[in-house]
Structure formats: C-alpha cells, structure tokens
C-alpha cells in the first residue's frame, strides 16, 4: 500500500517519480536539507483547491457516506447525536487539519506529497478518534455497548474489555474516516515547482 500511494503521490514523469534524496531521510525530508527536491507549491486557485480538497477528502470518507446513507434511510435511533455527530466529525477534522497542514507549509514547506499525505493521516486520525470517543460517552452510545456496569458486575477483567472495545471503535473510526484524506489532499492541494507555479 506504501508503494502504491507513493506511485499515486508522484509527478507524473519517471525522472521526477523517484525521489532525489537519500531513503533515509525520505519520510521526514525537509527542504532544508542540503539533498532535499524542491519543496511542494499551493497549486492555484488556492483557495478553490482547497475547498475542493475538503469536500472530496469529507464525501469519500467510507464512515461518511455509510452513516449518510444509514440516516437517509432511517433517522431513528437511540443515539441520533451520535450517528449525525460522526458526520461533522468527519467534516470538522478534515477542516482542521488542512488548516493544520497551510500553516506549516507556510512555516516550512513539504518535500514531497508522501510526507504531507502521512503527516495528514496521522494528525487527522488521532483527532478523529479523540473526538469519537468524546461524542460516544458525551451522547451515552459507548457506555451503552461497551460498558460493564451497564450490563451486570463491572469487574476488572470486564472494564478492561470494555476499554478495548472502545479503543478498537475509535481506531476503526479514525481509519475509515481518514486513512483516504491525506492522499487526496496533497494531490488537489499542491502541485511540484515543475509541475506548476505557486498560487
């Protein structure tokens, strides 16, 4: 998967495909590393990309477009906060995090895409699951699944499960909701000097 992300995340010529510094500093090149490519332009319109960024990274996320269709089918539910909160959730932390990712472009610009989209992911998913957990105990869906004294004895081995099960929930979400965005960002968002002037 890490090589084909890094096929999808490349300019389009072979001579430019393969990266110009050394491997090992491949996932954490700068440019201001003396053997660094040159660093990653807003592609223009900047701000049109960037709106175009967030939709797409929001509307092709599979927890999106799986709880929409769930709710447009059938609203009802015990827990309707939550299932419509994971949808701003998805939306919220997209927004968040490319506006995370323009500030430190803006401080010190990307290498290459690979960074930037495994930055991204990694940023964008921990806030995803952080969030997930909060709406799920704050709208009462995860302690109604997952925790023990809300079905019989909460021992310890029984809350240690529970708290797996909610991690496990919290990763899966994060996964499913951001493991795309990263990608999709840094190819409609950003272009290589070669590839097109800065917006």
């Known amino acids: 998967m890490k090589a084909a992300l890094r096929r999808w ?21 700068w440019t201001d ?10 592609r ?11 939709l797409l990274a929001t509307a092709m996320a599979p927890s999106f477009w799986l709880v929409g269709t769930l709710l447009a089918i059938d609203a009802r539910s015990d827990h309707p906060a939550f299932w419509f909160s994971l949808l701003g959730i998805v939306a919220l932390v997209n927004a968040a995090s490319i506006a995370r990712i323009n500030q430190r472009q803006h401080r010190q610009p990307y290498a290459c895409r690979e960074t930037l989209a495994l930055h991204y992911r990694s940023m964008s998913r ?12 704050g709208s009462g869906f995860l302690p109604d699944i997952t925790w ?24 899966l979400f994060g996964w499913l909701s951001f493991a795309h965005s990263g990608g999709v960002h840094a190819r409609i968002g950003f272009v290589y000097p070669e590839r097109g002037p800065r917006a």
């Open 148 to 171: 023990p004294a809300a079905h019989g004895a909460a021992t310890l081995a029984a809350i240690a499960n529970a708290l797996l099960w909610n991690l496990l929930l919290a990763w």
């Open 9 to 29: 995340l490349s300019p389009g010529d072979a001579a430019s495909a393969v990266p110009a510094w050394a491997p090992s500093a491949a996932p954490h090149a």
């Open 33 to 42: 590393a003396p053997d660094a490519p040159s660093a990653l332009h807003w």
């Open 44 to 54: 223009a319109p900047w701000q049109a990309c960037l709106l175009a960024s967030w």
């Open 126 to 137: 921990r806030m995803g699951s952080a969030l997930f957990l909060a709406v799920g105990w």
